[in-house]
């Protein structure tokens, strides 16, 4: 009879020790999961943060080339307004160009 507690003890054990086992298994690759997602996770916010950075410095671009081109809006509706001998813009010029006329341009 005590062959069998101990038989009966050892088999608990034994389970107890597979279940310790399966768990410990289960909650590792449940971290390996996880570490994995958030791995995925930063390497998308990264890649925002990159087009973001790349979004600002286009946007910073078109600014200053709005901005360049109103200055010279700016100076051609001067040179309408009455101004004389103000230089004509570049862009005028070569729209004029185009339709085959010649701009007295002093400059």
Known sequence: MLRLYAL???VLIGAGGVWYVLG???ERNELRDTVAAQSRELA???REI?????????LADNLAKQTARAR???RFRATLEG???APLPEWFLAYLS???????NPR
């Open 44 to 46: 998308t916010k990264d």
């Open 98 to 104: 185009s339709l085959g006329l010649r701009a007295n």
């Open 83 to 85: 101004v004389e001998n």
């Open 24 to 26: 410990a298994i289960s």
């Open 72 to 74: 010279e809006y700016d």
């Open 8 to 10: 009966a003890a050892a």
């Open 50 to 58: 990159a087009q973001r950075k790349q979004a600002q410095v286009v």
